[in-house]
């Protein structure tokens, strides 16, 4: 028969495929990973995906401590000194580092790589918008100067967008950091073919929505890494994510949903880590009227306010509400407790005023995207339900990832659904959100001219201020002011999760980069 | 020849098509009304015209449509399918990397299909209306109204989740290497390389996509075997062979089946062209590398070279497929041959 | 053959019976057609009485409440946000079903319309007809209907609208080789010679004659509609996210695998209706084509 035929064909692959046993020499950790990048470039991709890639294969000047961002700690620079007028930083380099191809890493690398990502103009390049000059006093000393104080920019330059590439190499690849960079640069197919950074791993390939090999650095001059080879697979499906790390095909589950941990609990092959996390999803009001509409009103951005079921997006997705627009747990943040309460009757009072008694309509743009183990498109409809009682009725229009970005990047989106993670681990991350900063002037279209001018003074004194005990009072002004007044509606900040074989050791999570693959270990 | 003849009619037919696919694809690609510039450069950019110029020069953005148009057919004619803005990799190499996960796809759930389909229509046809025919006949409906997206899920969540027995998603598990790229086919690039494990894997990652396609081809070719064996079965000379004492089985499938087969086989070629192009639902949820989810990717990204590139293969894959269905009528029809 | 020739004529005697008899007669004799019949209706039924059966309200959430295996509370469970899946699966009938049939009705229209047209005029508006339908048969229904949801954006209608836009080809084929083989009998050519209006010839004579082949089509259809609009919908192309379209709600359920009830059910809706349609299909193509049986 024929049906026979087959079944034994399977059957005989079945044995085949449980019978092969996996012969390896090499440690291999393999990563399941929802990829969200355009670039592996230091100075053009900026996305979390490119975080974690380039945290291992480039190296900063300064770095964090290995699960926070609490204070900055040496990396390839030894020490630096910081000028009276808080305007010019010098660093001394350690001397003994060296690129994946064995040159030493110089000063010259360092102007070469900051130049480079401040005149290619890629995602990352506003990182660098304030450095004046920056340059190679010899060949272990390298100095920037600002156009103004910074009290964020040594946490700045721990960014992945700062990392070292090795010059000489990305200069015969095309590379550039002459004004003309962002046309002249053509460096950025290389990089993402092959890393040219002194990190403990080397990228040896990477091919988009399928998979990004890292292997051993030989002439890493640190503490060699456990893997030989780290695998970091894409598995866009957070479902197919969770029955591969079941399975044990891969190691560690990056974008797992809490409802898929949750079955995980018991299991004894896995890990499960669970920790505050530091992203916020809000929403983002147009102050232009022609834009917005109803919600460029501040009334009406107020009555959103106090429409949003906190508790329920927590109940979603574990976390806190964010007591303000930056996240719990930054500097000078508002607590959980200090956010806005639900209050049904006082938003219904509030549309009133501004004459929506019978609420109206309106639509929500948002990116299709889970992020971390959230998905965007769960929120939207709870947030279409929540605006409902208060009579706003709301139509919800989502698109693609880059598709969406569209309306955001050009100011042109009226009411969107986004959420934000930290450029800077510092209080100073919240101005992005405040007149002059990027998310309100180019997002909101909240520029300064729209804003009181108290609170461009309060934000002028938050952007040089330095000294704690003012830094506290203006950073506390400027929330306690956008709870009351400000186009945007902050809701939920996520915990975040991952799971993991139980054999995989030394996993952290880290604020910035996510994960330092590095770090990891498989026990015996 | 005649035979050379014939082909030659018929792949000149096939040109105004592939012209106007061109054209149908090109306008699809067009009436998408967001402007690519904001979707595809990072906002640092936007600002600076002189790149924003630079990357319409690039794209032929500047020019009108039909310029547009003209420039596409021109490097077309190269070999040129354009850049894939999404991707940023020439359109043709992401279909030559995409396109055998595909194929291989296609082709296994094909044969599967066929062996499963056709026996059961012929059983269906000869045993007519006894419990076998009605069993058949269900179970070919039933084969093609089961949403594969549904069936792709019970399967992954019932052999691989929950009894394990099975390969999950993807072509290969994920520590395995691929074999060196020869054809592009895992299976046979393994066995080219001499890798049976790599042979075992690939195999076993086929067995579930394959299975949830095939059980739809199946029903369909079911039951075209089954109405066009009644209707050969019928005829005069299946009754001179039972006649003559040929032995029942051998009137069947010598007679019958090869008689019947013109129709068959156009559902087998209509189907395998529909899974080359449209298994993108078997392979969003298999995780399946193919030529269907770079298609569903392309279109909803406003990636417009590659959807106009993938339009245009499938196209193209739809009238060679017609035309080997053709040429198959033409072995297997003595009256074609005649003409 | 022994069975065709009784089938006809048990037919035959059966037509001399009351009407009511016969229809009776011929149902006996398929026994999948009845199944098929019962189970739309119970579906059509659920889909009208949805506000009167269902439990809950479709779009009402409780997240506290999220997805609960199937209880005495909640039939079918609920879902990521805490709706009752039960009563948004007989809900989805009022969206599932006709957006089906609406396909096959605009697409069968203006096939056949285009099809009579072509076969009729014959000549070069053949040729045009023709070759268009062609180009569009060259793509793949699902990649067809991506690209023109694609460009007019994601909802119930454009959905409809581009399943439309894939199906016309097939009624237009059809109804050309019919009007072409109906044009050539004689009683056609006798009007011909009668001096009767070519579009009275149209209208009266050959299209009455084709209705019948496009109807049983029609119907074969419906289920491939339904299938290729869930289709649609499950990448996220057809109705809004809240809606409870099936495709809609078994696309969530990929997130939620181990959640079985959050998809199954859905797909359990599809597939039921889609078998239904096609046991109607079938049985009705094998009353009007006997010879098949």
């Not at chain 1, 190499?169 to 073919?193: C, F, H």
């Not at chain 1, 508790?311 to 976390?319: P, S």
């Not at chain 2, 009108?64 to 803005?85: C, D, F, K, M």
């Not at chain 2, 995409?98 to 599967?112: G, V």
Request: some cysteine; proline content about 5%; aromatic content about 10%.
């Amino acid at each position: 028969m024929k049906s026979g035929r087959l079944l034994l064909l399977i059957m005989i692959i079945t044995v085949l495929v449980t019978g092969v046993v996996a012969a390896q020499d090499e440690t291999v950790l393999v990563i399941g990973h929802a990829e969200s990048t355009d670039s592996l470039d230091p100075a053009r991709g900026y996305t979390q995906t490119k975080d974690i890639i380039d945290h291992v294969t480039y190296e900063n000047l300064v770095t964090f401590p290995q699960a926070d961002a609490s204070e900055i700690l040496p990396m390839l620079a030894t020490d630096w000194t910081i000028s009276e007028d808080g305007l010019t930083y010098t660093f001394n380099l350690r001397g003994d580092a060296v690129f994946s191809d064995g040159s030493p890493v110089t000063a010259d690398d360092v102007a070469f790589s900051v130049n480079r990502l401040k005149y290619v103009q890629g995602s990352p390049s506003f990182l660098a918008a304030d450095i004046a000059s920056v340059t190679a006093d010899d060949a272990d000393t390298v100095s920037f100067t600002l156009t103004q104080i910074n009290p964020a920019f040594l946490a700045n330059l721990a960014n992945t967008a700062f990392g070292v590439v090795n010059a000489d190499v990305v200069r015969e690849n095309g590379g550039s950091d002459a004004e003309d960079a962002a046309t002249a640069d053509t460096a950025e197919a290389y990089l993402n073919g092959t890393s040219a950074g002194s990190g403990p791993y080397l990228l040896e390939s990477w091919e988009p929505q399928v998979e990004t090999v890292l292997v051993r650095n030989p002439n890493f001059y640190g503490d060699a890494p456990y893997f030989d080879r780290i695998i970091i697979t894409n598995i866009p499906e957070a479902a197919t994510q969770k029955v591969a790390l079941e399975s044990g095909e891969i190691d560690l589950a990056l974008d797992l949903t809490s409802d898929q941990i949750a079955p995980l609990e018991g299991n004894p092959a896995i890990s499960i880590y669970r920790g505050p996390g530091n992203i916020v999803h809000f929403l983002l009001m147009n102050e232009d009227p022609d834009i917005g509409g109803p919600v460029s009103d501040p009334l009406v951005q107020r009555a959103i306010r106090l429409a949003l079921d906190y508790e329920g997006y927590q109940a979603l997705w574990g976390g806190v509400q964010p007591g303000s627009i930056t996240f719990v747990g930054n500097a000078y943040a508002f607590t959980p407790e200090q956010g806005v309460k639900r209050n049904l009757d006082e938003a219904r009072a509030l549309l009133a005023q501004a004459g929506y008694a019978d609420g109206f309509d309106i639509t929500l743009e948002y990116p299709i995207f889970t992020f971390q183990g959230v998905n965007m498109e769960t929120n939207a409809q709870k947030i279409q339900a929540d605006l409902a009682e208060v009579g706003i009725n709301v139509t919800l229009s989502p698109a693609e990832l880059q598709v969406a970005l569209e309306n955001y990047r050009t100011g042109a989106e009226g009411f969107g659904y986004w959420f934000w993670g930290p450029d800077i681990l510092d209080a100073i991350d919240m101005l992005a959100f405040l007149p002059g900063g990027k998310v309100a002037d180019e997002r909101a279209l909240w520029t300064p001219d729209r804003a009181d001018a108290a609170l461009n003074d309060l934000v002028a004194r938050a952007r040089v201020a330095t000294d704690p005990a003012e830094r506290e009072e203006v950073f506390t002004a400027l929330q306690a002011s956008m709870q009351e007044n400000s186009p945007f509606a902050p809701f939920i900040q996520p915990d975040v999760q991952t799971a993991f074989r139980s054999d995989i050791e030394g996993y952290v999570w880290h604020p910035q980069w996510l994960l330092d693959v590095a770090l990891l270990s498989r026990s015996m | 020849m005649t035979f050379f003849r014939y082909i030659a009619r018929r792949v000149l037919f096939t040109i105004p098509i592939l012209l106007g696919i061109t054209l149908v694809s090109f306008l699809i690609a067009n009436a998408v009304p967001a402007d690519p510039i904001n979707v595809n450069l990072p906002q640092s950019q936007l600002n600076n015209p002189e790149i924003v110029a630079a990357f319409r020069a690039e794209w032929g953005l500047d020019k009108t449509p039909v310029e547009q148009y003209l420039t596409y057919l021109g490097n077309l004619a190269q070999g040129n399918l354009g850049r894939s803005i999404k991707t940023r990799q020439p359109v043709a190499e992401d279909i030559a990397r995409f396109l055998p996960a595909t194929i291989e796809l296609a082709t296994n759930a094909t044969a599967l299909g066929i062996i499963l389909g056709v026996g059961l229509g012929v059983a269906s046809a000869v045993w007519r209306n006894q419990w076998i025919d009605f069993a058949a006949r269900t179970l070919a409906v039933i084969g093609v109204s089961v949403p594969v997206f549904v069936l792709a899920l019970i399967f992954l969540s019932v052999f691989h989740a929950q009894l394990g027995i099975a390969a999950g998603p993807g072509r290969l598990d994920f520590t395995m290497d691929e074999p060196a790229m020869l054809t592009g086919l895992f299976t046979i690039d393994s066995l080219a390389a001499g890798r049976l494990d790599i042979f075992a894997n690939a195999v076993a990652h086929l067995v579930l996509p394959s299975l949830v396609l095939a059980l739809y081809v199946a029903g369909l070719i079911s039951r075209v075997t089954r109405s066009s064996m009644l209707e050969v079965l019928g005829m005069d000379y299946m009754r001179t062979a039972r006649a003559k004492g040929v032995r029942e089985s051998l009137v069947v499938m010598r007679h019958g089946l090869s008689n019947a087969l013109i129709p068959i086989l156009t559902v087998i070629g209509l189907s395998y062209g529909n899974l080359l192009a449209g298994a993108v639902l078997t392979e969003s949820i298999f995780a399946w590398p193919g030529i269907g989810r770079y298609m569903f990717r392309a279109s909803t990204s406003q990636d417009f070279p590659a959807i106009m590139g993938v339009s245009l293969l499938i196209a193209l894959i739809y009238v060679v497929v017609n035309l080997v269905v053709d040429l198959l009528y033409y072995f297997v029809d003595p009256r074609i041959r005649a003409n | 053959m022994s069975s065709t020739s009784s089938t006809i004529s048990s037919i035959r005697v059966s037509a001399r019976t009351s009407r009511a008899g016969r229809i009776a007669g011929v149902l006996g004799r398929q026994p999948l057609l009845v199944v098929g019949i019962i189970v739309v209706i119970i579906w059509i039924i659920a889909a009208l009485l949805a506000s009167q059966i269902a439990p809950f309200e479709p779009l009402a959430q409780d997240v506290r409440n999220r997805v609960q295996p199937p209880s005495a509370a909640h039939l079918g469970g609920t879902d990521e946000l805490g709706r009752d899946v039960f009563s948004r699966v007989l809900y989805g009938g009022r969206i599932t079903i006709p957006a089906g049939i609406l396909v096959i009705v605009f697409g069968s229209l203006l096939g056949s319309a285009m099809g009579a047209l072509a076969g009729f005029l014959g000549g070069i508006w053949d040729e045009v007809i023709m070759r268009i339908s062609e180009l569009f048969m060259a793509f793949p229904t699902i990649i067809l209907a991506m690209a023109v949801t694609a460009a007019l954006g994601p909802d119930i209608r454009n959905a409809i609208i581009a399943l439309v836009v894939v199906w016309w080809p097939g009624y237009a084929r059809l109804m050309r080789g019919l009007v072409l083989k109906v044009k050539s009998n004689d009683y056609v050519e006798a009007a011909y010679c009668v001096g009767a209006p070519r579009r009275y010839i149209l209208l009266r004579t050959i299209i009455p004659n084709c209705i019948a082949s496009v109807l049983v089509m029609t119907t074969l259809d419906i289920g491939n509609a339904i299938l290729t609009f869930a289709g649609l919908s499950f990448l996220g192309l057809g109705p809004e996210p809240t809606s409870p379209e099936w495709g809609r709600m078994i696309a969530v359920g990929i997130d939620y695998f181990d959640q079985w009830w959050t998809w199954l059910y859905p797909g359990f809706a599809i597939a039921s209706l889609v078998i239904a349609f096609n046991f109607i299909g079938d049985g009705l193509r094998d009353i009007f084509d006997p010879r098949l049986r």
